[in-house]
């Protein structure tokens, strides 16, 4: 994850000053081409992502002369092409503000016996909040993360306690798995936020906040930070989360649905198995429960498994019947969790059925469910609205735990149920869509000299140099791509089920300079190796050619903000600096950050 940071910071450079010549390609395609033994399906969920390029152009111009890329210019990322939300962040209130939850000093966190898991705890006090008894609203929730820790960091956890903690609460911090306070024990039945490897910066839509500082809502959290350290090094940390509240309040409250597997050693997974079926469920029985009766909105959603986990299926069925899946990730990517955002509405006589599958076949042992990052979970967290008191559907097979015939337990909020999931009746398979050419008067390419990114709602830096930038745009059954590349001869990118050529979509072209013509294929790699082109070309809208990019010129300031973000907190795990510059940058009055600690409430 270190190289997001070098990349942030050859892009700062670039932007600051700097003139660079850019080779940019963009085209259109349709998100399922109904070219099925040619072609990828840009599916929801993630993508591995595959990149390369080559200072030196195809001699001739032939599309067979492509000579290969060097190791230091390919690479594999991991992302979500359809869901997520604008590279941009949007405007927050004038009044916002924001607090750092984390601990007050670094801490040294403690691995014992080799383990490479550990799970620590720290207590805090949330701020005095402008609202008095109405409180604020949570509107934007960013990762504070120690750079140096970035590798061993595996998610973070914000709970709010129901109860006051004491000053002895307060003073104590710890392993999560010992024995902890009561009072702190109770708070993690609650959650505030949720945070895992690979997830960016949480925002609200503009209607929802997450409700703090009134009677109803907490005035205390308990910050519970998983870390991940195969290699047993040492670990000093005080990383956390960045709130931002608003006292203009908002007209909805957010709450989060945690749904899944019971987390419980005694359930296991067998070895050897490339694709084991995990099934969990909350049935309508307890959605009758946890839900009112004009039922709630889920705005966001994170899937989680640990490292066995492939792929995990969210299903959703109304009265018996089958809907669209509410998630689902065929490529399912350990170091890449994210909140994607969603628009979907839960009723009380819905039922959620979870599905992870699992590849054991590199071990020797059973898997149990557990919490360390070898071990498993199977679950998804929902954020939504209107907030319920109830946070939490849990599911599993007594008789497959205990060997005894018990049956199917579901714990429903503070509810045990022995219930398994209802019958439904399954969504019928789709007929396969017919293959249809391109319009041949969208296909001849056009030469460009300049390129205005600010069109596409997605930008992500695929390289450590900085030197691959990707910007696309989903739109309805189309997804339109731009490769932006520091390169005066061919790039490439596709993407495929196991992050390597064998399989993969492949677009690859590169610019003329010298006769200013554009030259882009579609094709499909069959092995490592040079991937020959498809005899169907399902690309159009082609565009592209050399572009200065530098001071004055092809400056996207809201992808700026959004590197000076990465830098600043990934660099100091402190926010105050780049609080300062981003409210300069969007003409935002100064607030002066706060920092929750254990028991204290300090300026920085």
Same mark, same amino acid.
């Given at each position: 994850m270190l190289w997001k940071l070098f990349a942030a910071v050859t892009l700062l450079a670039g932007a600051s000053g700097e003139r660079v010549a850019k080779t940019v390609l963009q085209f259109s395609r349709k998100i399922d081409t109904c070219d099925s033994d040619r072609d990828q399906v840009v599916e929801p969920g993630t993508h591995r992502v595959i990149y390369a390029y080559n200072d030196d152009a195809p001699a001739d111009n032939d599309p067979n002369a492509i000579g290969r890329h060097s190791e230091l210019h390919r690479g594999t990322r991991s992302l979500n092409l359809l869901q997520g939300? %604008?590279?941009?962040? %949007?405007?927050?209130?004038?009044?916002?503000?924001?607090?750092?939850?984390r601990a007050s000093v670094p801490l040294e966190i403690p691995f014992a016996n080799q383990s490479r898991t550990q799970y620590y705890c720290v207590p805090m006090r949330v701020p005095e909040?402008?609202?008095?008894d109405l409180g604020e609203h949570i509107i934007r929730a960013e990762p504070s993360i120690l750079a140096e820790n970035l590798d061993v960091l595996h998610h973070i956890i914000v709970y709010s306690c129901p109860d006051e903690l004491t000053d002895e609460d307060l003073a104590w911090h710890g392993t999560c798995l010992e024995r902890i306070p009561d009072n702190l024990n109770k708070c993690r039945e609650n959650w505030f936020h949720v945070w895992a490897v690979g997830g960016n910066i949480w925002t609200y839509p503009s209607n929802v906040g997450m409700p703090i500082g009134r009677a109803d809502s907490p005035n205390?959290?308990?910050?519970? @930070?998983?870390?991940?350290? %195969?290699?047993?090094?040492?670990?000093?940390?005080?990383?956390? @989360?960045l709130f931002w509240s608003t006292a203009q309040l908002r007209e909805e409250d957010a709450g989060i649905l945690q749904v899944g597997s019971i987390t419980d050693p005694r359930w296991t997974i067998p070895a050897g198995h490339t694709d084991y079926n995990w099934p969990a469920w909350c049935p309508t029985e307890c959605m009758e429960k946890l839900l009112p009766e004009g039922g709630i909105n889920i705005i966001g959603g994170m899937l989680h498994a640990h490292l066995a986990g492939r792929q995990l299926h969210l299903y959703h069925d109304r009265d018996g019947v089958e809907l669209a %899946?509410?998630?689902?990730?065929?490529?399912?990517?350990?170091?890449?969790?994210d909140i994607l955002p969603m628009n979907a509405t839960l009723m009380p006589n819905d039922q959620l059925r979870l599905h992870c599958h699992y590849d054991t076949t590199d071990r020797d042992a059973e898997t149990p469910f557990g919490l360390a990052s070898d071990q498993e979970m199977c679950m998804v967290f929902l954020t939504y609205w209107p907030a319920q008191p109830h946070q939490t559907c849990n599911s599993g097979n007594l008789s497959a735990a205990s060997g005894t015939d018990e049956g199917p337990l579901v714990l429903c909020g503070p509810d045990a149920l022995l219930i398994g999931p209802d019958d439904f009746e399954a969504l019928p398979t789709p007929e396969p869509c017919e293959y249809e050419a391109p319009d041949a008067n969208r296909t001849t390419p056009e030469w460009i000299n300049e390129f205005d990114q600010s069109k596409y709602e997605r930008t992500e830096v695929l390289d450590r140099d900085g030197k691959f930038i990707l910007h696309w745009t989903v739109e309805e059954d189309e997804i339109h791509f731009a490769a932006e590349v520091e390169t005066t001869g061919w790039l490439g990118f596709g993407f495929g089920s196991a992050g390597g050529m064998a399989g993969a979509d492949i677009m690859l072209g590169w610019a003329d300079r010298d006769n200013h013509k554009v030259y882009l294929h579609d094709r499909m790699a069959d092995a490592m190796a040079r991937p020959p082109l498809d005899p169907f070309q399902d690309l159009y809208d082609i565009k592209g050619g050399e572009v200065m990019f530098g001071e004055n010129n092809q400056v996207n300031a809201g992808l700026i903000i959004g590197v000076v973000i990465t830098v600043v907190v990934l660099v100091t795990g402190v926010a105050f600096a780049w609080v300062r510059m981003r409210n300069a940058k969007l003409g935002r009055s100064e607030h002066a950050p706060l920092v929750s600690s254990g028991g204290t409430l300090e300026k920085i």
């Open positions: 939300g %604008p590279s941009e962040l %949007p405007p927050m209130e004038d009044d916002a503000r924001s607090f750092l939850a909040f402008r609202g008095g205390f959290f308990l910050m519970e @930070i998983h870390y991940d350290n %195969p290699t047993n090094r040492d670990v000093v940390d005080n990383s956390g @989360i %899946p509410l998630m689902t990730d065929g490529m399912y990517d350990f170091d890449f969790q």
